[in-house]
């Protein structure tokens, strides 16, 4: 009882000195691995690099203890990241309160969600995700987060498209005129030293090794120059009416943003007392729709000021006062010398500040991480705003567990643990619970740190409890030290990560395995990336269709006619090119019989009958009839009765035990006939046989030697007659 409310204390059943060792260097080298990912992997969340590291303190701890797997290491992970920033991209400007806010609220909803579902034992829920479904979201996911950080790459700020491709053909267009040499410098540095260690020795923390250069570099070269000037200090007239027309298309989109709010409440308070389709209803509707198309053409202008204003270069002269006054390249009057350095205007999506305006004069880093411990306190809780999440979490929670499930499957084929699904949900489920009230976003078990835990020799969770208390003395004395790691380093880290998430043989290997498998895989990849940032609809794309599949395939199972074949049993005669019984249609339904597919079963044999003008009898070979409900049985009855008032009978072989116990319940065993109710498909052709062929012409039947269409051929497997009494209903056909 106590192992499974509190399933750490099983790490303590025969722990030796050994173990402690194995899983203080796994923990502390996972570690090394994990702090520059987190970082990178908050950044393509959309939130300050440190939010990162406050997601790798407790909540990989916390996944550890409560978890089921010895090894799975629990924290940021590309595609979760990936997904809380598409989820809030409408919500709320990156990296602001409200994005923020929204990102732990997020990873409160995601953790109660898989809490809920490990209780209740639902883990079983993860299979209406598919493995082509999940292999074409995934593919499709590690392509635009590698694609996202294109401009952090090439240093280049630029337009986002309402598409995932419009942005990048954004950037890329921008990249061709602007690229910042030395930001794409650096990333390069960082992708060689990152290759380079891999291959030498996998277990050489090369990721932590980049970013230790890189940082040292960034450092001693002086690769950040940033200067904030008044907008006096700018000496263009258009630039100066261009940054006001900026921050006054701002704050007319955020006063219309404050002014749906009481027309909202206006719109219910009317639906309430005047109905929904009242004209005092319909009128502030109409002022709504006139409000955001407001709003949505002020937005389009603010899009325009802000490319505009990005393309801008200057030049900055120093005067005898020492002031800096800055000039439009090319603008620069005679007998004034520039410093050298190009600067470029900082946009943000936020407004600018006249009295503050940052200026770049070189590359971005990471810059000040808040020193000490995360706070702990209750998140915010906007039930508007919860609801509205609700789905994206759902979807968060399902991909973020079978991405966990599956790592923790593959390292416990390999250590011989045995695992429990619903107990890893309840450890992610309290993970990311932690992760809400620690200040962090949504966490999940990681591919690329768990194969690194378990090369590393980790025995028991407790390595997980080492990586903790390493990210806590980083939080705690070392955040200063990241003052200057570029970030085009960050985007390095992600996309090297992001590689082990490509997998384009699995496009293949679904299609060899069923054609619609693969066909489902690469709807889905095309479907995420044609309408990312908006992740949902691709995957729901490729959920619909496999249940589309399941029930069209359900709807219309495999049945075959049967003859004997060489080897002694009975195949599909079709199939084999073998001849057919003129007078017994042996017919194998591979399906439970329930009200989906009841029709189809009743107009096969039916179309036997019509097809076959010496018929009769009908044999169904039903071993792959599971599970019979009231529609089945009464569809059995009905063609029973039928068949027999036209003059044909009817024998089922094959039944389970739960399938008669249901004909018993309904009288369908009596009026069948116990003596039409048999073992297999051998026993029942024998006992049928000679009754179906009295008077008949047929010199060799089909069912008893082979025969193939055009020859005759002996059967090889000659088995002796079986002699029982009563029905017989295990063994195979």
Wanted: glycine share 6%; net charge positive; with cysteine.
């Amino acid at each position: 009882m106590l192992t499974r409310l509190f399933p750490f204390l099983r790490w303590f059943k025969n722990y030796t000195v050994s173990s402690f060792r194995a899983d203080l260097t796994s923990g502390v080298t996972v570690a090394l691995v994990l702090i520059p990912q987190s970082m990178a992997y908050a950044k393509l969340a959309g939130l300050p690099v440190y939010y990162g590291l406050y997601a790798a303190f407790l909540p990989p701890l916390v996944a550890a203890l409560f978890g089921s797997s010895n090894q799975l290491a629990t924290g940021p992970v590309a595609v979760v990241s990936l997904m809380s920033a598409a989820a809030l991209e409408p919500l709320a400007t990156a990296g602001s309160q409200a994005f923020i806010a929204y990102a732990i609220l997020i990873a409160l909803i995601v953790g109660i969600f898989q809490l809920l579902l490990g209780m209740f034992k639902l883990g079983l829920v993860v299979n209406f995700l598919s493995h082509p479904v999940v292999n074409g979201f995934t593919n499709a996911a590690a392509i635009i987060i590698a694609s996202s950080q294109l401009g952090s790459i090439f240093g280049v700020e630029a337009e986002s498209g309402h598409h995932q491709y419009e942005t990048v053909y954004n950037i890329l267009k921008a990249a061709m005129v602007s690229t910042h040499l030395l930001t794409l410098g650096f990333a390069l540095l960082a992708f060689i030293i990152m290759i380079s260690l891999r291959r030498i020795n996998p277990r050489i923390p090369n990721v932590l090794i980049a970013v230790v250069l890189t940082t040292l570099i960034s450092w001693a070269i002086g690769f950040e120059h940033n200067y904030k000037c008044k907008i006096e200090q700018i000496a263009s007239p258009d630039v100066k009416m261009l940054i006001n027309n900026f921050n006054a298309a701002f704050d007319q989109i955020e006063e219309g943003a404050r002014s749906r709010i009481p027309l909202n409440n206006a719109i219910t308070k009317a639906e309430k007392q005047f109905g929904q389709h009242s004209s005092e209803v319909m009128e502030l509707q109409h002022q709504l729709v006139l409000l955001n198309l407001k709003i949505e053409e002020l937005k389009n202008k603010l899009k325009v000021y802000r490319s505009e204003l990005r393309k801008l270069k200057f030049a900055a002269v120093i005067l005898e006062d020492k002031k800096q006054i800055f000039y439009v390249q090319g603008t620069l009057p005679a007998g004034l010398h520039s410093r050298g350095m190009k600067w470029k205007l900082k946009i943000g999506d936020s407004r600018m500040d006249e009295a503050s305006i940052l200026l770049v004069g070189s590359g971005a880093v990471v810059g000040n991480i808040p020193h000490g411990l995360p706070g702990f306190k209750i998140p915010q809780i906007n039930l508007g705003i919860a609801l509205n999440l609700l789905p994206i979490a759902a979807i968060i929670s399902l991909i973020g567990f079978m991405e966990a499930i599956s790592i923790a499957k593959a390292m416990a084929a390999k250590t011989g643990q045995r695992l429990d699904p619903n107990q890893e949900l309840i450890g992610q489920g309290f993970g990311n619970i932690i992760a809400s009230f620690s200040q962090s976003y949504a966490v999940s078990g990681s591919f690329s740190r768990s194969a690194v835990n378990l090369q590393a020799g980790a025995m028991t969770g407790i390595s997980s409890v080492f990586t903790s208390c390493i990210v806590m003395v980083t939080l705690l004395f070392f955040t200063p030290l990241l003052y200057y790691l570029p970030q085009s380093v960050l985007a390095a880290i992600i996309m090297m990560a992001v590689v082990n998430l490509l997998n384009i043989k699995s496009f293949i290997h679904a299609w060899q395995a069923q054609k619609y498998d693969g066909a489902i895989a690469v709807i889905t990849f095309v479907c995420t990336l044609v309408f990312a940032p908006n992740l949902d609809i691709g995957i729901m794309i490729g959920v619909a269709l496999s249940l589309v599949l399941f029930l069209l395939r359900t709807m219309s199972p495999d049945i075959a006619l049967l003859s004997k074949y060489a080897d002694g049993t009975y195949r599909n005669a079709a199939r084999f090119n073998l001849e057919q019984c003129r007078h017994i249609a042996v017919i194998r339904f591979n399906r439970s019989l329930f009200f989906s597919n009841v029709n189809y079963l009743e107009e096969k044999v039916l179309n036997a009958v019509s097809s076959m003008p010496e018929l009769k009898h009908i044999l169904i070979v039903a071993n792959a009839i599971n599970e019979l409900d009231a529609s089945g049985e009464e569809m059995l009855s009905l063609l029973t009765t039928r068949l027999r008032e036209a003059g044909y009978d009817i024998s089922i072989s094959g039944l389970n035990d739960s399938v008669l116990d249901v004909m018993r319940r309904t009288h369908l065993y009596e009026k069948i006939g116990e003596d039409h109710l048999f073992r297999n498909v051998a026993f029942a052709i024998e006992r049928i046989h000679v009754q179906a062929h009295v008077n008949s012409p047929e010199k060799e039947c089909p069912l008893i030697k082979v025969c193939f269409k055009g020859l005759a051929v002996a059967p090889d497997v000659k088995r002796k007659p079986i002699i029982t009494k009563g029905p017989q209903t295990d063994g195979d056909q």
